[in-house]
């Protein structure tokens, strides 16, 4: 005898006084996670292990709160651990593609950039200065001085000479020449002429003379000019340096800590001591000149290569840093080398190189949503690439794919310390490891979120903190004993299991914002139990059309279900329709027929293609279970046809198995089945009934039907046993159970069901292999032996028939 459920089977309630308060305003409100102890012990181990390889991977459903709870978890284990070096990058004085990493203690990167950018500033006013002083001019003239004597008595004694020999010496253009002369003024070009031919060779052999001796005298002068140039030149080195000198001493011994620096300092006064040139004076743009602006710009270039460009800054950092890359793109990742116009051309140098998330995570911690990851283009792949070598490469994308040919920067390579948390469903965990390689060997630590946690007196102390923390942070009305009793029991109806509840705290948190919404429209203090239930009907009522109308065709009789009455062969299935945001149950009218043959259980659906795999399967059961039960050694002499009437839609799932059989038995017992009764479960082939998912909204959707069609009292649902810990019906089912008007039947065997539907007894089996007279399987048995029977008859009458059609045949030859 199959007992009834309860109505606190089918819903099991939660008692507000649990809370030990009136409202959630009394609590404390709880953050970071709960309820996940695995996950948690698997990030602490992979985020504490410092080797390389341990990223982690976190696997869980959408709306379990991983990335906001994951990311607190992360900031209060980095809170302990020490801030990282800020990184810069700087010019290369030896190769300009190819700018150099500096690290330099937190907080410090800023300073060198500042300090560097006053130095320089500071460096170019006093060049200036010292270049445009009375005692630089002083010093210079003191070089020149006698070599500008020596030149000007040179060229007094030559001009005398040449006067003396009837020449005068003359500049022009193309340099120091000597010109006949005539009273002491240069001979025309008509008095020229006019000489004869002896006096212009006696004047054209003493000017050859003449010049012989100048050109002896201008190469003295010239080599002397140019050891007065070398050393002018060296002197402005030496001003230059003795002028910048002091700056860079103070800088030195600012950062005498830090090698790397000091040698950089080094060698940018030395460059600048190399090229003080472009210190010396400030181009001043002028009008009409449309050089001017380009002059400008190039000094300013020529300057830029003294800043320090501050890639990543820690100094608001406090302990390691915990990126969330929200949009993983290969440049917002790894880095990028950005280009400016200049004069219709692209330009680039080390102030444009940009860190990615990357950079900022150096020392610290990275989260990343897998499917935002592997939908932009070449970001996986970077990532991978630079965990397994372990530095930061920053190089523009064109060129790593082979797209840009023209020669770009290089920066140095900086070393990586970082964790790499993935975050994502189970579907993509499994799918890189089969299809990746390379997974496996850089994230070797899961971490699983699970959906659900366990009905526990502590996990109800801690939901209901959560709770607290949630109405706390988003200003919504608190909630009252009462309604956060609703909120458990809606919490373990979406985790199918009374002992359980659901950890998918984005659900909760929208029934909280709705709940808080309808209250303050009510004027209420708190949120309620009604306002909690108001919330749910709301969202369900948003939702539910399809399910409105497919109830309103079975009211009208254009889907067929019987509600009351017996019928033989005919029974009330159970079926789910999963909209995506919503999900409903209906009831499926199943019908089987049966006649003599050899063709066994025939699944009308997979015949019309409508039937998935599942359910096949399903079907093939039910012949093992016939053969093994009623036949025996006998073949088995049926053909039987299943069909789910008025299905147009593909059938899968083997959740109406039991359902198929029991419509199969009833025809071949000939015993009508009660139509007010449905049946879902699956079956093995030893008649055992299985547990099945969607038992509350099949449940509730067969309810709704014959509350239409009127309740009677002895209407109900035939469910596996082992689903009984599921049930979380909606209240209004929950009274209709209590007050009679509805059952709800726990079977663990088909004989258990079908007692409960036909209303006669299985039978047990007997010492012979029979069952008891008159018993439901005892019918089954005797009308499948009267079929073998009836095929034997069938079988040698057409044996005989064939035989006599020979013989026939053979006197005709005769």
């Known amino acids: 005898m199959v007992k009834e459920l309860t109505a606190e089977q089918v819903r099991l309630q939660c008692t507000p006084t649990v809370f030990k308060c009136d409202s959630t305003e009394e609590l404390r409100p709880k953050d970071g996670i709960i309820g996940q102890d695995r996950a948690l012990s698997a990030l602490k181990f992979g985020l504490n292990i410092a080797k390389p390889g341990f990223n982690v991977y976190v696997s869980g459903l959408a709306g379990t709160g991983r990335t906001t709870a994951i990311k ?44 560097m950018e006053v130095a320089i500033d500071n460096a170019r006013r006093s060049l200036v200065q010292t270049f445009t002083s009375k005692e630089y001019a002083q010093r210079r003239e003191e070089i020149t001085e006698d070599f500008n004597k020596k030149r000007a008595t040179v060229f007094k004694i030559l001009d005398k000479k040449a006067r003396e020999k009837g020449f005068i010496l003359q500049a022009t253009p193309v340099g120091v020449v000597f010109v006949p002369a005539a009273d002491g003024e240069p001979m025309s070009e008509e008095a020229y002429n006019s000489l004869d031919t002896k006096e212009k060779e006696a004047l054209k052999k003493k000017q050859d003379e003449l010049t012989g001796e100048l050109k002896e005298q201008i190469a003295r002068l ?101 990126i969330l890359e929200l949009n993983p793109t290969f440049s917002n990742l790894l880095g990028r080398i950005e280009k400016e116009a200049q004069f219709g051309a692209l330009s680039t140098d080390f102030t444009m190189i940009k860190g990615g998330s990357l950079h900022h995570a150096n020392g610290g911690y990275l989260v990343v949503r897998i499917e935002d990851i592997l939908t932009n283009f070449q970001s996986w792949e970077g990532l991978k690439r630079t965990l397994r070598d372990g530095k930061l490469a920053i190089e523009e994308l064109g060129e790593r794919l082979g797209y840009v040919v023209s020669k770009s920067l290089r920066p140095e390579p900086i070393p990586l310390e970082v964790k790499v948390v993935l975050i994502g469903e189970p579907m993509f965990y499994y799918m890189l490891l089969r299809l990746d390689l390379d997974f496996k060997e850089l994230f070797k630590v899961k971490a699983d979120f699970d959906s659900r946690m366990d009905r526990t007196a502590a996990n109800l102390k801690d939901y209901a903190a959560v709770i607290c923390r949630i109405c706390h942070s988003e200003g919504l009305k608190h909630l009252s004993s009462g309604a956060l009793a609703q909120i458990i029991e809606h919490s373990s109806r979406l985790a199918g299991d009374q002992k359980k509840l659901s950890a998918l705290f984005a659900d909760i948190a929208d029934i909280l914002r709705e709940a808080s919404f309808w209250a303050e429209e009510d004027k209420a203090k708190h949120i309620e139990g009604r306002h909690v239930d108001k919330a749910i009907e709301e969202k369900v009522y948003r939702s539910n059309l399809i399910q409105q109308r497919i109830n309103e065709m079975i009211d009208d009789g254009v889907i067929m279900i019987d509600a009351q009455g017996e019928k033989v062969g005919q029974v009330n299935g159970l079926a789910v329709i999963d909209l995506g945001d919503f999900a409903f149950g209906r009831p499926s009218r199943i019908t089987a027929s049966v006649g003599v043959g050899r063709g066994g259980l025939i699944d009308i659906e997979r015949e019309a293609k409508l039937g998935g795999r599942l359910h096949t399967k399903g079907v093939m059961i039910l012949n093992g279970y016939i053969t093994d039960r009623y036949v025996g050694d006998i073949p ?42 449905a049946v879902t479960g699956s079956v093995n082939q030893k008649g055992e009934v299985q547990a099945i998912g969607g038992i509350n909204e099949k449940i509730e959707g067969f309810f709704e039907v014959c509350r239409a069609k009127g309740l009677n009292g002895e209407q109900g649902v035939l469910i596996p046993a082992s689903n009984v810990r599921n049930l979380m019906l909606k209240e209004e089912v929950a009274a209709a159970v209590k007050e009679g008007k509805f059952h709800v039947y726990p079977v663990s065997t088909i004989d258990q069901g079908i007692e409960v539907l036909t209303g006669v007894k299985a039978g047990k089996r007997l010492k012979g292999g029979s069952f008891e007279a008159g018993s439901i399987n005892d019918l089954v048995q005797k009308r499948l032996a009267s079929l073998a029977e009836k095929l034997r008859d069938f079988t040698r009458g057409e044996e005989k028939e064939g035989k006599a059609k020979a013989k026939g045949g053979g006197n005709s030859k005769e």
Not at 81 to 92: A, F, G, L
């Open 636 to 677: 088995l002499s049926l053909s039987a046809r299943l069909v789910f009437e008025q299905s147009y839609d593909e059938v899968d799932g083997d959740s109406a198995s039991s359902t198929e059989l029991y419509a199969i038995l009833s025809r071949l017992a000939d015993v009508p089945i009660k139509q007010g009764i």
């Open 222 to 322: 010239t080599t002397e000019q140019s050891a007065i140039d070398k050393q002018l030149e060296d002197t402005d080195r030496e001003v230059a340096g003795y002028s910048i000198r002091q700056l860079f001493e103070k800088l030195r011994e600012k950062y005498g800590q830090l090698p790397q620096v000091v040698a950089y300092l080094k060698e940018v006064e030395q460059d600048i001591v190399a090229n003080f040139e472009q210190f010396r004076a400030e181009p001043k743009a002028q009008d009409g000149d449309p050089l001017a602006s380009m002059r400008e710009v190039a000094q300013k270039q020529a300057l830029r290569k003294y800043e320090v460009n501050l890639l990543v800054d820690n100094s608001e950092v406090k302990g390691a840093p915990v």
């Open 72 to 115: 607190s978890f992360m900031e209060a284990l980095a809170a302990r651990k020490e801030t990282p070096s800020d990184w810069c990058y700087v010019h290369n004085f030896r190769d300009s593609y190819c700018p150099h990493a500096l690290m330099v203690p937190a907080g410090m990167g800023e300073a060198l950039r500042r300090d």
